[in-house]
C-alpha cells in the first residue's frame, strides 16, 4: 500500500523558516517524481514544488521562487521542501504527493503551516 | 505553464440529479488529467485518473471522459455524501496545474 506521511509543520512567525518532510512507502521511491502542493484556508489547491525522480530536476511555482527549496533522499525514501523567508500568505496545509504522469496519483494526509506573529 | 479552466465554480443541485463539471486544458494534455473530490478539512480524494480511469473503491456512478483540451467529469446520479468541491488537475506538464475546483450545494 502507498503511504505519504507528511511531517514537520507548525507555527512560525513572518520571515522565519521550516523544513518540511515526507516518508515515503509502499513503492520504488527513486522511480518517481514528486511534488509539494498546498490549500490556504478557504482557497483552492496550488502546486508548489516538483522534482524529478533522480533529484537532478526541480521546478517551483512562481510565488515561492527563490525562497523555497526541493529536495528528497531516495536512499532514505524522503522527500522535503526547506521554506525560507516564510509570509502570511505561506499559511496553509501542505502535502506531499506524487501527481505526475499518467499513473495512479496518490496524496499524503497534509501538515499544517501557520505563519503568524 | 498550462492553464486549466474548470466551470461551473459553484452548482446547486438535487439528490438524484445528473452533474456535469467541465475542464479545459489551454493547450492539449492528451489524457493526463485526473480528478478528485475534497470534503472541509480533508485531503483530496482521488476520484479518476488518466481522464477516465476509476479509482478503485470510487462508486460507479462517477465516470469521467475527454483527450486533448476538454474533460468532463460525470456523477449520473447525486447522492447525499456527494456534495462536496470537485477539482481537475493535469499531470502532462512537470509544472502540474489545477482547476479553480466547482462546489456542489444542496439546492
Given at each position: 500500500?502507498?503511504?505519504?506521511?507528511?511531517?514537520?509543520?507548525?507555527?512560525?512567525?513572518?520571515?522565519?523558516?521550516?523544513?518540511?518532510?515526507?516518508?515515503?512507502?509502499?513503492?520504488?521511491?527513486?522511480?518517481?517524481?514528486?511534488?509539494?502542493?498546498?490549500?490556504?484556508?478557504?482557497?483552492?489547491?496550488?502546486?508548489?514544488?516538483?522534482?524529478?525522480?533522480?533529484?537532478?530536476?526541480?521546478?517551483?511555482?512562481?510565488?515561492?521562487?527563490?525562497?523555497?527549496?526541493?529536495?528528497?533522499?531516495?536512499?532514505?525514501?524522503?522527500?522535503?521542501?526547506?521554506?525560507?523567508?516564510?509570509?502570511?500568505?505561506?499559511?496553509?496545509?501542505?502535502?506531499?504527493?506524487?501527481?505526475?504522469?499518467?499513473?495512479?496519483?496518490?496524496?499524503?494526509?497534509?501538515?499544517?503551516?501557520?505563519?503568524?506573529? | 505553464?498550462?492553464?486549466?479552466?474548470q466551470?461551473?465554480?459553484?452548482?446547486?443541485?438535487?439528490?438524484?440529479?445528473?452533474?456535469?463539471?467541465?475542464c479545459?486544458?489551454?493547450?492539449?494534455?492528451?489524457?493526463?488529467?485526473?480528478w478528485?473530490?475534497?470534503?472541509?478539512?480533508?485531503?483530496?480524494?482521488?476520484?479518476?485518473?488518466?481522464?477516465?480511469?476509476?479509482?478503485?473503491?470510487?462508486?460507479?456512478?462517477?465516470?469521467?471522459?475527454?483527450?486533448?483540451?476538454?474533460?468532463?467529469?460525470?456523477?449520473?446520479?447525486?447522492?447525499?455524501?456527494?456534495?462536496?468541491?470537485?477539482?481537475c488537475q493535469?499531470?502532462?506538464?512537470?509544472?502540474?496545474?489545477?482547476g479553480?475546483?466547482?462546489?456542489?450545494?444542496?439546492?
Amino acid at each position: 500500500e502507498v503511504q505519504l506521511l507528511e511531517s514537520g509543520g507548525g507555527l512560525v512567525q513572518p520571515g522565519g523558516s521550516l523544513r518540511l518532510s515526507c516518508a515515503a512507502s509502499g513503492f520504488t521511491f527513486s522511480s518517481h517524481a514528486m511534488s509539494w502542493v498546498r490549500q490556504a484556508p478557504g482557497k483552492g489547491l496550488e502546486w508548489v514544488s516538483g522534482i524529478s525522480s533522480s533529484g537532478g530536476s526541480t521546478y517551483y511555482a512562481d510565488s515561492v521562487k527563490g525562497r523555497f527549496t526541493i529536495s528528497r533522499d531516495n536512499s532514505k525514501n524522503t522527500l522535503y521542501v526547506q521554506m525560507n523567508s516564510l509570509r502570511a500568505e505561506d499559511t496553509a496545509v501542505y502535502y506531499c504527493a506524487r501527481i505526475q504522469g499518467m499513473g495512479e496519483p496518490y496524496w499524503g494526509q497534509g501538515t499544517t503551516v501557520t505563519v503568524s506573529s | 505553464d498550462i492553464q486549466m479552466t474548470q466551470s461551473p465554480p459553484s452548482l446547486s443541485a438535487s439528490v438524484g440529479d445528473r452533474v456535469t463539471i467541465t475542464c479545459r486544458a489551454s493547450l492539449s494534455i492528451s489524457r493526463y488529467l485526473n480528478w478528485y473530490q475534497q470534503k472541509p478539512g480533508k485531503a483530496p480524494k482521488l476520484l479518476i485518473y488518466a481522464a477516465s480511469s476509476l479509482q478503485s473503491g470510487v462508486p460507479s456512478r462517477f465516470s469521467g471522459s475527454g483527450s486533448g483540451t476538454d474533460f468532463t467529469l460525470t456523477i449520473s446520479s447525486l447522492q447525499p455524501e456527494d456534495f462536496a468541491t470537485y477539482y481537475c488537475q493535469q499531470s502532462y506538464s512537470v509544472l502540474v496545474t489545477f482547476g479553480g475546483g466547482t462546489k456542489v450545494e444542496i439546492k
